[in-house]
């Protein structure tokens, strides 16, 4: 196997410090390696990353959820991993390695065996005639916690920040789209411990800017957004979304002023009523039998859904409160929650229902409910005139509602999700509504685990006090996933160098002529002395097989040794994103190649340009 040690130099802009990857062998040869590339899109993958990947011989499934990183799906997840690696060390995380298995009892001080379900994986051992279970960790914040709660114990040795890259464990209820959700899967995890929220404001930050170096470096077109806070509120939460069509997170985007946030947690800019005012109607009784739903109503009595005002019963802490929204918007509960300054928030059983509105469930009405609990109205209530609403009597709504006039609410509050083209809650823009990816996530976590934990440290005025902690992850297989979710065309995966299984493929035309394939390889052999990686495809095969396996791959840049170039001393060469290739001098070949692709891991600019311009370009 043609392979050698020489790792490679790179220098990132951003900080200016120089890395060597830990990519071990940077050459091969096609026929001693092992990519079963498939011509054929394999059943059950819906999406491309998924398509792609199986067919490019990246990843093999082995069930759902679990897949086999072939050799080049191998090298591709350990350069993502290598890039993740040097940005935390450069952020002065410090590495370790916890084990996958960790005993029952650390989950249940947190609560989190019971919070995180049937996702938690256990597994009952037998020990010495005795069953013991324990927990395949789905993320590490029980055993940092536990870990650090031993060793530490003064102010004087914070604060710190520990990471590792392990596999995580998390028996997702579907497992789907290839490697963005598996059961078993490859996190970075880091867990930063401070003693005070300045303290962790710092460390937060600095992982912060981290990611952005790290997505950066993958050549991901990223956006950080603003997601669900926790204990901690305020600013405490940002996800690293990538916007992707099959993406199953939900991201709400203003261009005009850079707002961005997670579905769940964006707001919503001060709304208006969108009509001209219109005479009030009088109330009127209507039966509906057997007709309950949004859509069911606004058929039977011929109006739209934003003509109707629903009302719907939960219960905040356990106690019933009521929460009117315009018919053709969703309720979002964390607003919910926060609004009612509940811990919890519930959607009430139908008993509980039934004795709040004494009606069956589907007929709730702010008209004559049973019971005065508190009722709060999203603020696009204030604009339906003569709405619709349930009646609190089974089979009937009524119709002409009006506000103010009919019924009054204790308190108007954003309590819905946002929907496109609402208005910026920052500027005067208007928000855009997009499917994204998370490929990581930054969080402040507070004390929650330090307290159950008790993790304390002595604090300088010698009072014991709660580490204050925030955790951080990356899914390194979404990485992969995400970018080529976003990068690809019709005949294959386009690899930003940083992340590309070889760097340069050599394809001589025709194998069995002597003069092509030693001049190929001994590009081959060049190359992989410069410190580029780089694969030879020596198969003896057709050069159309051939040039379908390079874009189907995607590796960034292609020289084709071709009999006719070769009579007048040409070889071509060409990125994977270009139309069209390049002739150059043989004796000078290896030295451009060597040169674009030491400017291209520097910066990813060529391939940024040319495919943010092109692929991303038409999703944004
Ligand atoms: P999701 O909402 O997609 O289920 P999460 O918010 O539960 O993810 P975190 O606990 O924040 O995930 O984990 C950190 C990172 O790990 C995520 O940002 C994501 O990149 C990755 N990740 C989480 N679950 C999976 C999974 N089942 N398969 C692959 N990667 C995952
Ligand atoms: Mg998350």
Redesign the pocket.
Known sequence: MPANLLGFALTHPSHGIVFRTEVEETSMFWTKTFIPTLKESPEGAEIPSHVLMLRAGLINQVMAGAYTYLPLGMRSLRKAESIVRQEMDAAGAIELMMPSMSPIGLWEQTGRDEAFGDVLVRVELKRHNRKVTVVLG??HEEIVTDLVAHHVSSYRQLPITLYQITP?F?N?ER?RFG?????E?L?K?AYSFDTSVDGLNRSYEAMYRAYCRIFDRCCLAYLPVEAESGPIGGDASH??MVPAGNG??KIVHCQMCGYAANLERAEIGSRQGSEAPTSLLPLQLVATPGVSTIEQVSNFLHCRPQDLIKTLIYLADGQPVAVLLRGDHEANENKIRRAFRAKEIALADPRTIEEVTGAPVGFAGPIGLKKDIPLIADYDVQYVRNGVTGANKADAHYCGVNLGRDFQVSQFADLRCAVDNDPCPRCSGSLRLRPAI????V?KLGTKYSEALNARFLDTDEQLKPIIMGCY???I??ILAALIETTHDENGIIWPVALAPYEVVVIPVNVTDERSREVATSLHDELSKAGIDVILDDRDVRAGVKFKDADLIGFPLRIVVGERGLAQGNVEIKWRWEKTAEMHRLENVAAVAAEWIREERKTGERFKAAVYRTTIGRDR
């Open positions: 789905p993320t995580k998390r997702e497992p490697v963005l959700r598996t059961s899967f996190m995890d996800e690293f199953e997170d998370e490929v990581g996530h969080f992850g990356i899914g297989n979404r």
